[in-house]
């Protein structure tokens, strides 16, 4: 069961979504169906609360598809010619490529007392 003010605050949304929509396009139909969903948020509680689960509903189903498409988009457009770019200008830069049968590298480096302080 859902808490009033969470049924009256989607019923809100709804209805001042439909106010905007109807500003800027200019369809009566917007301006009958947010006066419709504010009176039944007002007047009948119970199908109130079904608007509300509906519309919680698409908003999960809304946030499941769109953070897919999103991350989708972000890594096919973004990461992968960033990626590509990379390998075509760089070299192996991680040494994943063996130049001889040791995994190893030397190092010739003199440790200081500093280099001991905020290792990480």
Do not use: C
Not at 53 to 67: N, Q, R, T, Y
Request: glycine share 4%; no cysteine.
């Amino acid at each position: 069961m859902m808490k009033k003010e969470k049924i009256l605050e989607a019923i809100l949304v709804i209805t001042t979504g439909f106010i905007v929509l109807f500003a800027v396009l200019g369809k009566e139909w917007m301006l009958f169906v947010a006066i419709a969903s504010g009176l039944v948020g007002l007047l009948i509680p119970e199908l109130a609360a079904v608007l509300a689960k509906v519309w919680f509903k698409i908003g999960e189903v809304l946030g499941f598809v769109v953070s897919k498409v999103v991350l989708f988009l972000l890594f096919y457009v973004l990461l992968t010619p960033i990626a590509f770019l990379y390998r075509l200008f760089n070299q192996d830069s991680l040494l994943l490529k063996r130049q001889n049968r040791s995994l190893w590298s030397e190092r010739n480096h003199i440790f200081q007392p500093t280099d001991l302080k905020n290792s990480w």
